[in-house]
């Protein structure tokens, strides 16, 4: 049996071995990384809402109610706050209720786990995020994943395994390694022909896509569609936590069942606040302005990495992939482009499949139009001089 010291070196030989970067200060497009300052371009924090004067003076506000909850929600942790988030977030998603969780991660596996069990079935998309597939493992429901976004292969298995209990199909609304969106359209006409709840984890689009911002099945024209909508507030929105969002039925349900809510001190109001911030400022004008923004730098970092001769994967928002390969040469890329002053990660093993690594960018509002010309220019320059081959140009 192998020591914890002995895989950890053996993670290290494979190009696989993680540490933490400490960031000093506020998130924002450039940030003090080891005393450095460097372009972010690894951040969630999409409309740069995270350091917003905004949602710092709510938090302040939050902070006058105390510093933490005291209990889980179903003791005495059911604050005015979460009541008001809750009510902010259906009104935002159109739905009748909605239901706060401590985390996308707390949410996926409390959900899903809580809305199926043995003798049900579940449909989930191979490149699903890893809280969705946790989820499913935790609910015991029978696990059926479908190829990436292959509507014809989801319907099969919806012909095939029939069942006598509930469906459940869920999916990322964005994917968040590879940038692009699942056919939601498609997916709700499937879910109603095959009498099968239809799940969006919207967490990267959440803020962010559709005319004013309420993701991606606004985008797609299907938000009385989707049964369940959860998202993550601390994305686009800028702050922490997450959310369901549903019908009045489905969320008292999952009050009295989900494992993560019941069992979790709730969120404290000096996250709450924001929060509520968040959703107030993105149906703004002020929010519109910063989806054109960010929407405008995103077209100009892809066109400028295009013309380098990248492959972005196929990305069809503001998370731009450059697929790489192998992890020593992905962590290569990384460290080299950090030494030029770009932070941007390698995603390697277990988060995307062996052999398709690759930098995950991230695009933010608040990024410069002229900082990204020039992260997409040194790019294509240590590219070249690490030895990474794309579009068959080194």
């Known amino acids: ?23 000093k200060g506020a998130q924002g497009s450039h940030v003090d990384l080891d005393g ?63 239901l706060v969780f401590n985390s996308g991660y707390a949410a996926n596996t409390g959900i899903i786990s809580a809305l199926v069990g043995r003798g049900d079935a579940i449909f989930s998309d191979k490149l699903n995020h890893a809280s969705i597939v946790d989820g499913a493992l935790l609910s015991r429901a029978n696990f059926h994943r479908y190829p990436h976004r292959d509507m014809a ?12 209990g509930r ?28 009498d099968a709840l239809l799940m969006v984890d919207d967490a990267h689009g959440t803020g962010v896509l559709g005319a004013t911002g309420r993701g991606t099945a606004e985008l797609l024209g299907v938000m009385d569609g989707v049964d369940i909508h959860m998202g993550t507030l601390g994305k686009g929105l800028g ?21 993560s809510f019941i069992f979790s001190t709730s969120l404290p109001p000096a996250v709450l606040a924001p929060s509520i911030a968040a959703l107030d400022l993105v149906d703004s004008p002020e929010g519109k302005e910063l989806r054109d923004r960010l929407a405008a730098n995103v077209a100009l970092f892809k066109k400028r990495l295009a013309d380098a001769g990248f492959d972005t994967m196929g990305s069809e928002t503001q998370i731009v992939p450059i697929f790489v390969g ?19 990660q390698g995603i390697r093993p277990p988060t995307v499949p ?17 900082d990204l010309e ?21």
């Not at 929600?73 to 902010?88: A, C, F, N, P």
């Open 354 to 370: 062996a052999g398709s690594c690759r930098l995950r960018c991230t695009i933010m509002a608040t990024h410069e139009a002229a």
């Open 326 to 344: 192998p992890a020593e040469a992905t962590m290569q890329f990384s460290k080299e482009l950090l030494d030029e002053g770009i932070f941007v």
């Open 1 to 23: 049996m192998q020591t914890f010291a002995e895989e950890l070196d053996q993670l290290r030989s494979e190009g696989l071995y993680r540490s933490l970067k400490v960031i």
């Open 153 to 164: 292969a989801l319907e099969r298995l919806l012909q095939e395994k029939p069942g006598t």
């Open 167 to 194: 469906r459940l199909i869920v999916t990322d609304g964005v994917f968040s390694m590879d940038g692009d969106i699942a056919p939601l359209q498609q997916m709700v006409r499937l879910a109603r022909q095959y």
């Open 239 to 259: 702050s922490f936590g997450a959310y369901a969002a549903a019908s009045e039925t489905i969320c008292q349900y999952l009050v009295n069942k989900a494992r």
């Open 374 to 394: 020039a992260a997409a220019d040194t790019i294509a320059r240590v590219g070249k001089k690490v030895g990474v081959v794309w579009n068959n140009i080194k």
């Open 36 to 98: 450095k300052r460097v372009l972010l371009l690894c951040s969630n924090n999409y409309l740069g809402l995270a350091d917003h004067a905004a949602l710092r003076r709510a938090a302040v506000f939050g902070a006058a109610f105390g510093t933490g909850s005291g209990a889980s929600r179903l003791v005495s942790g059911t604050m005015d706050l979460h009541e008001k988030l809750e009510q902010r977030i259906a009104r935002f998603k159109g739905t009748e209720k909605a």
